[in-house]
């Protein structure tokens, strides 16, 4: 998992990362008041202090950090290199000097052991998952660019002049990504060390559930990312495509196999692949005698059709004997239907399971947000492209290689 890959070995520092100073983790209150120090003082500093600051400082009064140089350079960065490296650096800087604020407040000094943070920790962090699914996508531009003496002569110029740490722009990059992680690991302490008598153990329960689940959000929303480019691909392998492209409403391959159609009027049977994505399925067939070509022969609009499993023996609607079948119909048109059967009960099974997990993830992405924008389509095609250039590049470099060979 994309996110437990960066937790991995934190744990380990936790113990030295909960010390307030050199005071033992046991206090009042179960160690309660520790752990709320150990919060405030960890988290002050990362936006007030370094990192975020260093890395953004969006004062407009301030010509330090890296992000508002960056913007200033216009002859140097884009508007999209600008995105890729710091996807939306500048609003988690924002949020997080609100969260900062938030803790300050319900912090109590003099009591410690009375402050209520749970409830802060409560707001929407989803915010920090555009950042890392970008992650891979930064770290790639950025080294492309140090390879190049003016731009690693600009970020080295930013780094020096703000005083910085020793690191490569990557390496304050990642800190966000490191925090986001350490979180759940946080909060499982502090849940840890409050008593269940006391007034703020319900907020950091559900806190602690909330991160947990964020992390998994973030995870999912990486792994669709990750395999974006995966979908043109798979268009640009079948034949004749009619109609838009994959991307406008997919972004994620969900099953894909042989099945048996029956489609009206005709009511033939004919053996075609299905493969399923969120909100469609596309209907292609093999050639005949070229079994590594696929023809493209139709989609299904998953938004409009029930999923119908059928029992085994006659349809009455077909006028067919159907063993391990099940229909899609149209929601708005009662005649548009098409009857499927697989060849094993099994597989059937797996498509009706596959058909609600579709559903599930449509249903995720509504409730989360989760949108897909125009910027990582183009990349995902951009992938393509790119891959498409270096086999041509590859194809002529063996057909130069064959002439010299003569």
Not at 108 to 125: A, R
Not at 195 to 203: A, G, S
Not at 287 to 314: A, F, H, P
Request: hydrophobic residues 35%; glycine residues 4%.
């Amino acid at each position: 998992m994309y996110l437990k890959k960066l937790q991995a070995g934190m744990s380990e520092r936790m113990s030295s990362d909960l010390k307030y100073g050199n005071q033992s983790i046991t206090f009042n209150m179960c160690g309660y008041s520790p752990v709320n120090n150990n919060i405030i003082i960890y988290y002050s500093p990362y936006v007030k202090e370094t990192h975020l600051n260093h890395v953004v400082n969006i004062t407009l009064s301030s010509p330090q950090g890296f992000y508002k140089p960056c913007q200033k350079k216009t002859n140097m960065f884009t508007p999209d290199q600008i995105y890729t490296i710091f996807a939306n650096l500048d609003e988690i800087y924002r949020f997080q000097k609100k969260f900062v604020k938030a803790l300050e407040k319900k912090y109590k000094c003099e009591q410690p052991y009375l402050s209520e943070l749970g409830s802060t920790f409560l707001d929407f962090f989803l915010i920090y998952s555009e950042y890392c699914i970008n992650g891979n996508s930064a770290t790639d531009e950025v080294q492309r660019l140090l390879k190049i003496e003016e731009y690693a002569f600009f970020f080295e110029t930013c780094r020096l002049y703000q005083n910085m740490m020793s690191l490569p722009l990557t390496g304050f990059l990642i800190v966000p990504i490191q925090k986001i992680c350490k979180y759940p690991l946080q909060l499982a302490e502090l849940l840890k060390a409050t008593c269940p008598n006391h007034r703020d153990y319900r907020d950091v329960e559900a806190a602690l559930k909330g991160m947990k689940e964020m992390a998994n959000v973030i995870n999912e929303r990486k792994r669709r990312m990750d395999n974006l480019d995966k979908i043109p691909q798979w268009q640009q392998s079948i034949a004749n495509w009619m109609g838009e492209d994959l991307l406008i409403r997919s972004s994620h391959k969900i099953m894909c196999g042989e099945l048996i159609v029956v489609m009206k009027p005709e009511a033939k049977s004919k053996q075609i692949n299905l493969t399923l994505f969120d909100h469609q399925a596309i209907i292609s067939k093999k050639d005949l005698l070229r079994r590594d070509t696929s023809y493209y022969k139709g989609r299904i609009d998953m938004d409009s059709v029930t999923v119908i499993d059928l029992e085994d023996g006659k349809d009455c609607e077909f006028n067919l004997k159907v063993k391990n079948g099940f229909k899609l119909q149209n929601k708005f048109i009662d005649d548009e239907v098409q009857l499927f059967c697989t060849k094993k009960r099994s597989e059937k099974q797996m498509w009706l399971t596959a058909f609600d997990d579709e559903r599930n993830v449509v249903k995720a992405d509504e409730e989360s947000g989760f949108v897909i924008t125009e910027r990582q389509k183009n990349r995902a095609r951009e992938v393509l492209h790119k891959r498409q250039k270096g086999d041509n590049s590859c194809k002529n470099d063996v057909k130069k290689l064959r002439a010299n060979l003569k």
